[in-house]
């Protein structure tokens, strides 16, 4: 199955707070998925390994709620795990 590319597959997989400046204009009023509830991963640092408190990662965004959930869907996840928000400019 081939995957399609659109203006938002850029976000997926990424943390909001990541984005740069350029990125969050380029995306702003877009509509973006989280799962309600992600524990935290853990990241080390030398010997020392703590949790990675950034655990909202987009998982699905488009130009609509629907656009989010036919993302989800086509990767078998359940839409009801998560909540949909519109990314907004960065000020």
Sequence with gaps: MAVKITPTTGLLGRHVDDLSLPERLQYA??????????????????????????VRVVEAAGASTQACITQLKSRNLDPTDYEFTILKPPY
């Design 29 to 54: 009023n877009h509509w973006i998925a989280f799962q309600k509830y992600s524990p935290p991963k853990k990241v080390s640092e030398g010997d020392v390994e703590f949790p990675d408190m950034k």
